[in-house]
């Protein structure tokens, strides 16, 4: 089944450390796309990339990183900078194209303790 | 930056009522725009896109009024599981924007 794989679902990290997402996708998608979501919030996009070896800061960049080095994946950094990284992590792909939808991955819930 | 704004609600519905919400947008230029629905502590997940014409899906009615600049969900005969948070959203260049949602709770 095609789709967005994000792990791990949970994620432990310790002030101080940094910590790295998964997002892969098999859908064939040019598109993808890193939000952040708090409680009772919305989603505020971190980074996107349209294209390989190509990728553009979002809203709330600051104390995150990004690699696009094959289509199908775009793994996110949470670094030590960012000063709440507790959050709700959730990867998104689409085609692409500007009118198409997005589609989701289950979504990485990252608490730092 | 250009914005999606929605009424956070929550809105509490009796089961079987008819509900609407929107979403209002200021990017004119976009074609298309998306309705998402989004359960406690999980992913959302499509559940209609919206074009010039609008788009129904058997209880579930999507709308477009460019004029006015907004969209609007309109779920008839409303059952318990449609208790969720509805996310509109608008691609907005390379990206796609998202509303903070309407919460929506149906009350038996």
């Known amino acids: 089944d095609g789709g967005i794989t994000q792990s791990p679902k949970y994620l432990f990290r310790k002030e101080g450390q940094n910590v790295t997402l998964s997002c892969e996708q098999n859908l064939n998608h040019d598109a993808m796309y890193w939000y952040r979501q708090d409680p009772g919030q919305g989603l505020r996009l971190i980074y996107y990339?349209?294209?390989?070896?190509?990728?553009q800061k979002g809203d709330i960049a600051e104390g995150y990183s990004v690699s696009r080095e094959k289509k199908e994946s775009f793994p996110l950094t949470v670094t030590s900078a960012q000063k709440n990284p507790t959050a709700f992590y959730l990867c998104?792909?689409?085609?692409?194209?500007?009118?198409?939808?997005?589609?989701f991955g289950q979504g990485t819930r990252l608490t730092v303790v | 930056r250009k914005e999606v704004e929605q009424d956070p609600g929550p809105f509490n519905v009796p089961e079987g009522a008819t509900v609407a919400f929107n979403c209002t947008y200021s990017?004119?230029?976009?074609?298309?725009f998306f309705w998402y629905r989004q359960d406690c502590r999980k992913e959302p997940k499509l559940l209609m896109s919206v074009y010039s014409s609008g788009n129904e899906d058997g209880r579930f009615t999507a709308q477009l009024n460019r004029a006015s600049q907004y969209i609007s969900l309109l779920i008839r005969d409303s059952k318990l599981s449609d208790s969720a948070t509805y996310l509109c959203a608008q691609p907005q260049d390379d990206k796609i924007i998202f509303g903070k949602g309407t919460r929506l709770h149906i009350l038996p």
């Open positions: 990339s349209q294209i390989v070896n190509d990728f």
């Open positions: 998104a792909s689409s085609t692409g194209t500007g009118y198409t939808e997005a589609f």
């Open positions: 990017n004119s230029a976009s074609q298309s």
